[in-house]
């Protein structure tokens, strides 16, 4: 079992930035590619980014493409997405995921077999 725990969630301005981080715990010496998601109101669960087990593979939704990184320290078994220009439609709570014994990123959301409480993130105009 691996347990993913999100935060650095919160409230910021338009044109604001926020880091949020996935620290996982368990079996962490597995191999797993990550990902993060977000769900606003109303909406479907969306991918926002993905990245390898070596995290030499990014991927990125086209919203939020030149303004969110991925990264990851293994060696901290943590994930982190810095989101910087934030917009009010960037507003949801946002979900990590992993998926075990899996070296290359995964897009998929149903491929994803452990996931996070989530941690909101609002953006005011």
């Known amino acids: 079992q691996v347990q993913l725990v999100e935060s650095g969630g919160g409230l910021v301005q338009a044109g604001g930035s926020l880091r949020l981080s996935c620290a996982a715990s368990?079996?962490?010496?597995?191999?797993?590619?990550m990902g993060w998601f977000r769900q606003a109101p109303g909406k479907e669960r969306e991918l926002v980014a993905a990245?390898?087990?070596?995290?030499?593979?990014?991927y990125y939704a086209d919203s939020v493409k030149g303004r969110f990184t991925i990264s990851r320290d293994n060696a901290k078994n943590t994930l982190y997405l810095q989101m910087n220009s934030l917009k009010p439609e960037d507003t949801a709570v946002y979900y990590c995921?992993?998926?075990?014994?899996?070296?290359?990123?995964?897009?998929?959301?149903?491929?994803?077999?452990?996931w996070g409480q989530g941690t909101q993130v609002t953006v005011s105009s």
């Open positions: 995921a992993a998926r075990q014994n899996t070296i290359v990123l995964i897009t998929r959301s149903d491929l994803y077999n452990f």
């Open positions: 990245i390898s087990w070596i995290g030499g593979s990014t």
């Open positions: 368990g079996r962490t010496f597995s191999r797993f590619a």
